[in-house]
């Protein structure tokens, strides 16, 4: 006959041995079962703006409106998702970053550009755009507020002339846009960084009378420049002045009846190109600033 105090110490036992078993499954299952991904939610709260993804047919616009290619470095500021990142290392071959302050949203991107195996060609940081460098651009993609594009555009002007900035539904102010696009009141605009002409500068054209060379007084307005030559009795004003990022164009009637047409690149503090001049082969001139 067994004891009554032993059959229950017997049970006691049993079943501390069977909920450390249970223990032990729970444990392990909890280690397998994968994290809870995050998923993230159409007007989550971010630092300084709500989350709204900008939809691919406006991705693509936006990429193509830059003329992003394989040789372009894609930046884009407050990258959500990854979405324009991704698109455009995937489709049109760019090396790309998205700079995101929420490090869920990095995580994410990454994730998804891994399994789209663009890993290598499309990489996410976190970072607050108004801290972190982002010069290195060619092609700058965003969808962010008014006020923060303002807040950007003294930095983006900054940027080397012929870099191509789009912005989802904002616009930058004063600066007219060199494009848009309109998708069902969704709106696209594109500006290209206008190199810095305004000021005097000093014209040398090639075996050109008068010996001298010419000078020119230009106006800027961000992309917009007007302006004359000399010098002579009479100011010229310029003629289909053109400035297209470090590319610019200009003509004036000289004294003796003809058009001269300049067509030259901006470096800084000189331009070199070519000059036509009615009934003449072209030339080359060089032009250095003098003065703002």
Known sequence: MIHPHAASQAWIRTTAIALAFTLC???????????????????????????????PILIERML??????????????????????????????????????????VALSRREAEKAGLAARATFQEADIYKTDFSNATVLTMYLLPNINLDLRPTILRMKPGTRV????????DWSPDDTADFSGRMAYMWMVPARLGGKWAVDVAGSQPAGGYTLAIKQEYQRISGSAGPGPTTLGLRDAVLNGDRVRFGFVDDSGRLREFTGIVNGESISGEMRAEGANPVRFSARRTGD
């Open 64 to 105: 193509r409106m830059a003329q992003a290619t394989a040789n372009d470095t894609v930046i884009d500021l407050g990258s959500g998702d990854g979405r324009i990142a991704i698109t455009a290392a995937r489709d049109f071959g760019a090396r790309s970053f998205g700079l995101e302050f929420n490090p869920d949203m």
């Open 166 to 173: 789009v912005s989802h539904q904002f616009n930058m102010g």
């Open 25 to 55: 499954a729970s444990l392990a299952q909890a280690q397998t079962k994968p994290a809870t991904t995050f998923e993230p939610v159409v007007g989550q709260a971010g630092k300084d703006v709500i989350w709204v993804p900008t939809p």
